[in-house]
Structures are given as C-alpha cells and as structure tokens.
T-cell receptor, first 117, second 113 residues
Framework: AQTVTQSQPEMSVQEAETVTLSCTYD???????LFWYKQPPSRQMILVIR??????QNATENRFSVNFQKAAKSFSLKISDSQLGDTAMYFC??????????????FGPGTSLSVIP | DAGVIQSPRHEVTEMGQEVTLRCKPI?????LFWYRQTMMRGLELLIY????????DSGMPEDRFSAKMPNASFSTLKIQPSEPRDSAVYFC???????????FGQGTRLTVV
C-alpha cells in the first residue's frame, strides 16, 4: 500500500523569504503522480503543482517548485518570495498512473504554513 | 464547467438522524472520491468509484456509512444513524485519466449534535 508522510506539522516563514516543505512517500509502482495541494482557511483544496514520476525535470509553477528525488522517494515543495496569501495547509499527495491502475489519491497529514508579515 | 458541486455546504443534524451528502462530479470525469477531513485524522479516503463502480470502500468507517453512484453525474454519501463523532468536513473529488489531478468540491461541513 502507498503511504505519504509529511514530518513537519507546522512551519512559519517571513514574508518574501523562501520556505521548503518536506514530503516522503512509499510505493512499489514505477510510474505515478505526485501533487502538492493547498488548503487556505476557505477550506477549498487547490492544486499547487504536479509531478509525473518518469519525468526527471522538477516541476515549477511561478514561485512554487519541487525537488523530486525518485530514488529517495522524496518530494519537497519550495515556495519562493512567500506572500501572506500562501498561509494555508499544504498536503502532499500520491496517485498511481491512471493509465495502468486505478487512480485513487492518497494524502499526507499536511503541513500548516504561516507567513508572517 | 462549474467544477465539482457538493450540497449542502453546511449541515447540522441531531444524533440518530439520517444525513445525505450529494456530489456532482465534473462532466467527463470517470473517477469519484469521497474524503472526510478532521483535525485528528486529516484527510481520509472513504470510498472511491471508477466508472460508477465502487472500487475501494475500505475507508468507510462502519456500516452506518453508505455511498452510491447511480450514474456518471451524481453520487451520494449517506450516514444512518448519524453520531456526534461523524462531525467533519466531507469532500467529494473527481478526476480523469487525462487530467490526473483530483478536483475538489467546496466540501460539506457536517455537525451532529
């Protein structure tokens, strides 16, 4: 069974600084997808960034980038130039390749990020 | 598309009553998920449908919980009888093999008193 671990329950960062959120996962699959979701106080779940395991290049979306280490099964999220609107819960998530297997999404326990003015 | 639509947004009910949560997935998506979110347990996958068929219901806590997907555009999660420990935010999400990501509804905040 797949598991997703986030070892940092809470983190804080000064506005405009950079912060890295950690995620590790366990799977025997060769191809899969990894995600970071953001949940602000509005409780809406918002996709931040996605990585397909067979792609070696790390995904980036504006101020958000990942460090994907497949061998280590690590998938960290870096937020650059942190903004007050980045304050939220961040969830790391895993999904098997839907082209080869049923594609349920498994979430980690989340990291609560506070951006301090 | 309006996204995943859940109703109601909020539900307050008395212990012992039946509760039905509703979800309309994004058109064309063939996978549908029901999650429960609590402070103590985080986001738990309750049940997962693919092409309207329940694939994995191992997360359903007990027989009081049931879920149906009678067609590709509608699903329900029912709790009967409800208990205070069922109080949580219940999310519905849908995805397709093409998109891969799960799109979430706004959630239903259930309070059982």
């Amino acid at each position: 069974a797949q598991t997703v671990t986030q070892s940092q329950p809470e983190m804080s960062v000064q506005e405009a600084e950079t912060v890295t959120l950690s995620c590790t996962y366990d799977t025997s699959e060769s191809n899969y997808y990894l995600f970071w979701y953001k949940q602000p106080p509005s409780r809406q779940m918002i996709l931040v960034i996605r990585q397909e395991a067979y792609k070696q290049q790390n995904a980036t979306e504006n101020r958000f980038s990942v460090n994907f280490q497949k061998a280590a099964k690590s998938f960290s999220l870096k937020i650059s130039d942190s903004q007050l609107g980045d304050t939220a819960m961040y969830f790391c998530a895993f999904m098997k390749d839907p082209k080869t297997s049923y594609d349920k999404v498994i979430f980690g326990p989340g990291t609560s990020l506070s951006v301090i003015p | 598309d309006a996204g995943v639509i859940q109703s109601p947004r909020h539900e307050v009910t008395e212990m012992g009553q039946e509760v039905t949560l509703r979800c309309k997935p994004i058109s064309g998506h063939n996978s549908l998920f029901w999650y429960r979110q609590t402070m103590m347990r985080g986001l738990e996958l309750l049940i997962y449908f693919n092409n309207n068929v329940p694939i994995d219901d191992s997360g359903m806590p007990e027989d009081r919980f049931s879920a149906k997907m009678p067609n590709a555009s509608f699903s329900t999660l029912k709790i009967q009888p409800s208990e205070p420990r069922d109080s949580a935010v219940y999310f519905c999400a849908s995805s397709s093999a093409l998109n891969t990501e799960a799109f979430f509804g706004q959630g239903t905040r259930l309070t059982v008193v």
